[in-house]
Nanobody, 125 residues
């Protein structure tokens, strides 16, 4: 059974950094593209970025390019989302997801087939 679990969310001050983790079970995460999306209250889920099995990053949201990066630890079957220069508008529940494909979709990045349960990120002073 495919299972994705996000962790690492919390409260951070504006301008701060946070690293989220996406741990996979039931499949080898390094074989597939892993995407991240977020959903703020009252808004639709927004695709952010995706890491392909070959290590290529595709950005879906201009607002995070240059501030958010992805990395992978195959030994731990985990993908990391490093977020920096955080803003209050980054406040949302963050999700990781996969379609079990090698490459990332062209967009919009919010319609993957398998999702984790999400982790809350709050950016506030």
């Amino acid at each position: 059974q495919v299972y994705l679990a996000e962790s690492g969310g919390g409260l951070v001050h504006p301008g701060g950094s946070l690293r989220l983790s996406c741990a996979a079970s039931g499949f080898t995460e390094g074989h597939f593209a892993i995407g991240w999306a977020r959903q703020a209250p009252g808004k639709e889920r927004e695709g952010l970025l995706c890491l392909s099995s070959r290590g290529l990053t595709t950005y879906y949201a201009d607002s995070v390019e240059g501030r958010f990066t992805l990395s992978r630890d195959n030994a731990k079957n985990t993908v990391y989302l490093q977020m920096s220069s955080l803003k209050p508008e980054d406040t949302a529940v963050y999700y990781c997801a996969t379609d079990h494909h090698f490459d990332c979709p062209r967009g919009p990045g919010n319609d993957f087939g398998s999702w984790g349960q999400g982790t809350q990120v709050t950016v506030s002073s």
